[in-house]
């Protein structure tokens, strides 16, 4: 369910295919599809781990992440929101314990202007102990964030801080066939320290 409405969310097997890369990268075993629940990324969240790194869909008007609900919930229920929707409440309170937050989630990096600052899911991030976050300000094209993900990460193991790598993948997808134009390379900045990860 959604505001109400019962629908289907939209796989995004270009997200799917960056998890098993990067893990890869990473030498660690992803949460993908159905084993992504909610509950289990929190538990995950509160690990010491180097990085973490989300990819799926993000939502501009709620600065909500959607993951899967629980097989319990789905077996019993249709899904309501806080089934499957990770919050920015949910982040905060969840203590992260990571290095870098990478999210590979549409619209993630924007939120809502307040008198102290711009509330968003990078915000919480960073409020909940995470040292870093990478984000997209604009919808991600699935084929292009797969790409680019893939070169950030592989500066990124080569000892290089987060910014240089970020910097790095930007000017390696400018010569990249068909994802050329600033929409599929732009999108992404740093929020936080920057980072360098030893792996």
């Known amino acids: 369910m959604m ?3 019962e629908c289907d969310i939209e796989r995004l097997p270009g997200a799917q295919a960056e998890a098993i890369v990067i893990a890869d990268k990473l030498r660690v075993r992803p ?3 159905e084993a992504a629940t909610k509950l289990d990324v929190l538990q995950r969240l509160q690990q010491a781990v180097s990085v973490v790194h989300i990819a799926a869909h993000g ?3 709620r600065g ?3 993951l899967a609900p629980s097989p319990e919930v789905r077996a019993t229920k249709i899904p309501d929101e806080e089934d499957y929707m ?3 409440a ?3 309170q969840a203590q992260v314990r990571a290095q870098l937050v990478v999210l590979s989630c549409c619209h993630s990096g924007r939120g809502e202007i307040r008198a102290e600052g711009v509330d968003s899911m990078c915000r919480a991030f960073l409020a909940s102990g995470a040292r870093a976050v990478v984000a997209p300000l604009w919808a991600i094209n699935d084929r292009a964030t797969l790409e680019f993900m893939d070169k950030f990460y592989t ?3 080569n000892g290089r801080s987060a910014s240089v790598s970020l910097h790095q ?3 390696e997808m400018r010569n990249f066939p068909g994802f050329r134009e600033p929409y599929y390379w732009a999108p992404f900045f740093l929020m936080g320290e920057d980072v360098t990860i030893n792996c």
Do not use: P, S, W, Y
């Open 64 to 66: 909500t992440i959607a």
């Open 90 to 92: 949910d982040v905060q």
């Open 86 to 88: 990770l919050t920015m």
């Open 31 to 33: 949460l993908i599809g």
């Open 169 to 171: 993948a930007m000017n």
């Open 155 to 157: 500066h990124l193991m």
């Open 59 to 61: 939502n501009l008007t």
């Open 3 to 5: 505001d109400g409405v």
